[in-house]
């Protein structure tokens, strides 16, 4: 099975940054969907964004469209999320999740893997 290592959570003000990593380790897949969820205290999950992470097609929720970008670095086997513009409404727990990839769009997978979610809190 595969581990995922998600860091950069924190805390920043309306307007601001963060970045946060997925490390993945211990597949021997040779592609796989990567994705960052999210879920708000007394709301459900919710898919933010998605990569395949050998060909680097992307999907992202409306509500983070122009703001979010995912992206990967093969030799790190990482992948990224870059939050911009951050809004009170983007607090949440975020979880990094992966699965194999079998053909067709990584936004439509039922990801099995999940990574153990890291804080992020926007307040003013």
């Known amino acids: 099975a595969v581990q995922l290592a998600e860091s950069g959570g924190g805390s920043v003000q309306p307007g601001g940054s963060l970045r946060l990593s997925c490390a993945a380790s211990?597949?021997?897949?040779?592609?796989?969907?990567m994705g960052w969820f999210r879920q708000a205290p007394g709301k459900g999950r919710e898919k933010v964004a998605s990569?395949?992470?050998?060909?680097?097609?992307?999907g992202y929720a409306d509500s983070v469209k122009g703001r979010f970008t995912i992206w990967q670095e093969h030799a790190k086997k990482t992948v990224y999320l870059q939050m911009r513009n951050l809004k009170s409404e983007d607090t949440a727990v975020y979880y990094c999740?992966?699965?194999?990839?079998?053909?067709?769009?990584?936004?439509?997978?039922?990801?099995?893997?999940w990574g153990q979610g890291t804080q992020v809190t926007v307040s003013s």
């Open positions: 211990g597949y021997t897949w040779h592609n796989l969907c």
């Open positions: 990569i395949n992470f050998n060909g680097g097609v992307r």
């Open positions: 999740a992966a699965e194999k990839y079998e053909g067709g769009s990584c936004w439509q997978y039922d990801y099995v893997y």
